[in-house]
């Protein structure tokens, strides 16, 4: 079975909201609605989505465009950043290193990355068990840490900030096979 992990794209940053709710922006509405319309999103059975809203949105997109069902799983959202909250650039791209290089170790009350590798694994396989021999690619729309994590594990390679997505704003995706855990691609942008 085909998995496609998806990053949500460009979202509304908003100081006073709570992270976990931000939405997508304009921009990142019209990136997920070009890959709505790629051949490989015509194909999707089944999407699993993370609480987070920004997600959230990219699969509304999604399931508008091709109605598979949604489910969403709290455990595929962002590496937990609560501790902090929101941390303005360029700062916040300096603790995102840190993260990434000191894998296990707590940076500033963040969640460590040893643990969100651990936990977005658990959640992706059994989204894959879930959605077991039923017709269609199975989709996840998720964020960008945690891919990055999840692409490594694929990789079989440590931990690193090296595999992250080449866009900044988000909005990639990679695929692999759901049975044997073998990447079919790297980070793609979601645009076509």
């Given at each position: 079975?085909r998995?496609?992990?998806?990053?949500h794209p460009?979202?509304?940053i908003?100081?006073?909201v709570?992270?976990?709710?931000?939405?997508?922006?304009?921009?990142?509405?019209?990136?997920?609605?070009?890959?709505?319309?790629?051949p490989?999103a015509?194909?999707?059975g089944h999407?699993?989505?993370s609480?987070?809203?920004?997600?959230?949105d990219g699969?509304?997109?999604?399931h508008e465009?091709?109605?598979?069902p949604?489910?969403?799983?709290?455990?595929?959202g962002e590496?937990?950043?609560s501790?902090t909250?929101y941390?303005?650039?360029p700062?916040?791209w300096?603790?995102?290193?840190?993260?990434f290089a000191?894998?296990?170790?707590?940076?500033?009350?963040w969640e460590?990355?040893v643990d969100?590798q651990?936990?977005i694994?658990?959640a992706?396989?059994d989204?894959?068990?879930t959605?077991g021999?039923s017709a269609g690619?199975?989709?996840?729309v998720?964020?960008g840490g945690?891919?990055t994590?999840l692409l490594c594990?694929?990789?079989?390679e440590?931990?690193?900030?090296?595999?992250g997505?080449?866009?900044?704003?988000?909005?990639c995706?990679?695929?692999?096979d759901?049975?044997t855990?073998?990447l079919?691609?790297?980070?793609?942008d979601i645009v076509?």
């Amino acid at each position: 079975m085909r998995v496609l992990f998806v990053t949500h794209p460009e979202v509304t940053i908003d100081p006073a909201v709570p992270v976990p709710d931000w939405g997508l922006s304009v921009r990142g509405r019209e990136r997920m609605a070009a890959f709505c319309a790629r051949p490989e999103a015509t194909s999707i059975g089944h999407i699993f989505v993370s609480g987070e809203r920004k997600a959230r949105d990219g699969a509304d997109m999604l399931h508008e465009r091709h109605g598979c069902p949604v489910t969403t799983d709290s455990r595929l959202g962002e590496n937990d950043r609560s501790a902090t909250g929101y941390v303005a650039p360029p700062r916040f791209w300096e603790i995102v290193d840190r993260f990434f290089a000191e894998p296990e170790t707590s940076v500033l009350g963040w969640e460590r990355a040893v643990d969100a590798q651990t936990r977005i694994k658990a959640a992706v396989r059994d989204c894959i068990a879930t959605h077991g021999d039923s017709a269609g690619h199975l989709c996840i729309v998720s964020h960008g840490g945690v891919g990055t994590l999840l692409l490594c594990d694929l990789l079989g390679e440590p931990i690193s900030r090296n595999h992250g997505q080449p866009i900044a704003g988000g909005g990639c995706f990679f695929a692999f096979d759901g049975a044997t855990w073998m990447l079919e691609h790297g980070w793609r942008d979601i645009v076509p």
